[in-house]
């Protein structure tokens, strides 16, 4: 299926948001998630399914003002 | 101290952690402003760059109490989805509240803010809302929930000091019982002691550190600014007036007669 992973077009046979990061070698990093606007708690990605066209955010820690 | 949603520091200089020149200018700015609140955001992570994990890491030696931000965000629904992203990351009920309404002067949508300080005081956060000196904004923000406000002095990024001193004193005069901490446009320790002499709580800077020659001497001159202004309005500052007042006593002034006097 192809997806939006961090306003970038991305294909991807993960079944769940938890494979997903799991598969970009996120499993044990400190990011937060979202899908299709809505933020998805950590405890939560592995009972979210992906579908064709969902739009993912995966952000971490950043500087900021 | 300062008191914020039950939390006390003795600082009053909250420090913006974007712009250094490196990591190392920015954990010596932080020591030498004294600060015990840093602030910080999200931003999406590469899974081949991997940098948020390594800023993570500084964020944890620097020892500081976390905010948080939504900077960027357009719309209350961002912003919302955005904090609730970032109490997850950082561990924190505390969200620098951010809705970002014009591209040109980052003026907060003041609609949308105070839409997502509702639902996010409704949802346990709280907030310490980026907002502008209008009173009728402020008050709206706090019936939704805020006990702190965070008001512009100018735009962000711009270092212009108090655009609109007036309004922030009639701020200052309708919440004497609200943290107030003065939240963008900074730009000299000057603008920061103003402020402070004012009755502000505290001051958030960033980018007058961070872009400054020497980011670690300019932080120490913030704080000394900041210390310096909060002392002067414990002491009570005298009022301006038109006219000279001699500050040498007059009775026995030598060579003086009374017909001299006009």
């Known amino acids: ?65 | 101290m300062l008191t914020l949603y039950g939390k006390s520091f003795n600082s009053r200089l909250l420090l913006g952690t974007a712009q250094y020149p490196s990591p190392s200018s920015l954990k010596q700015a932080v020591e030498a402003a004294g600060a015990e609140i840093v602030t910080v955001a999200l931003r999406r992570e590469s899974s081949r760059a991997r940098t948020g994990q390594g800023f993570w890491t500084l964020i944890e030696e620097l020892g500081c109490k976390v905010l948080p931000n939504t900077a960027g965000c357009r719309t209350a629904k961002e912003a919302i989805a955005t904090a609730k992203m970032a109490r997850e990351l950082f561990g924190t009920d505390w969200v620098k509240l951010e809705v970002i309404a014009n591209d040109d002067t980052l003026q907060p949508d003041l609609f949308g803010l105070v839409e997502a300080a509702a639902a996010l005081a409704g949802e346990g956060f709280e907030v310490l809302p980026y907002t502008t000196e209008d009173l009728s904004a402020a008050e709206r923000l706090v019936a939704a929930g805020c006990t702190v406000l965070m008001p512009w002095a100018a735009p962000i990024g711009s270092a212009r000091g108090l655009i609109n001193k007036d309004a922030l004193k009639t701020l200052r005069a309708y919440f004497p019982d609200i943290p107030l901490i003065i939240d963008a446009g900074i730009g000299a320790p000057s603008h920061a002691a103003e402020v402070m002499e004012m009755g502000y709580d505290g001051v958030l800077l960033n980018t007058a550190v961070a872009k400054a020659t020497d980011p670690v001497k300019m932080a120490a001159a913030f704080a000394k600014a900041i210390a310096a202004g909060r002392l002067a309005f414990e002491a009570g500052l005298i009022e301006p007036r038109d006219m000279a007042s001699p500050s040498t006593p007059v009775a026995g002034t030598p060579f003086f007669k009374i017909d001299q006097a006009s």
């Open chain 1, 1 to 65: 299926m192809k997806i939006l992973l961090n306003g970038e077009a991305f294909a991807t046979d993960a079944e769940t948001l938890d494979e997903l990061c799991a598969r970009l070698g996120f499993a044990q990093a400190k990011i937060a998630t979202a899908v299709n606007g809505s933020f998805v708690a950590a405890a939560q990605r592995l009972a979210t399914p992906l579908a064709d066209a969902d739009e993912i955010e995966i952000v971490a820690p950043r500087q900021g003002g």
